[in-house]
């Protein structure tokens, strides 16, 4: 016999950490540093490179290049991010609202 469930949906807000219980300010925290390692991880798949490559490029190891392609947040500073960013020439801009 099939049953219907009820499926309830809670609209979510604008940061994922946020709607999983992570307090207002680490939350920020972890978005601004998903946010940053998102982009550098298309900047690397765009270019085609190896771990190896973009390693030597950012003058990382290739592990924590690995780190990076695997969206580690727990592996990186926003600090680090920023100037990571910095080497490909892309820029950064920050929106208080």
Do not use: C, Y
């Amino acid at each position: 016999m099939i049953t219907k469930e009820q499926i309830q949906v809670t609209k979510g807000s604008d940061n994922v950490f946020e709607d999983l219980g992570f307090s207002p300010i680490e939350a920020m925290n972890l978005k601004i540093k998903t946010d940053l390692m998102i982009e550098l991880r298309s900047f690397i798949l765009e270019k085609g490179w190896t771990q190896s490559e973009a390693a030597h490029f950012f003058n990382q190891t290739q592990p924590r290049i690995s780190n990076l392609m695997n969206l580690d947040i727990t592996r990186f500073s926003v600090d680090k991010l920023v100037k990571m960013i910095g080497k490909t020439g892309m820029k950064v801009k920050l929106e208080i609202i």
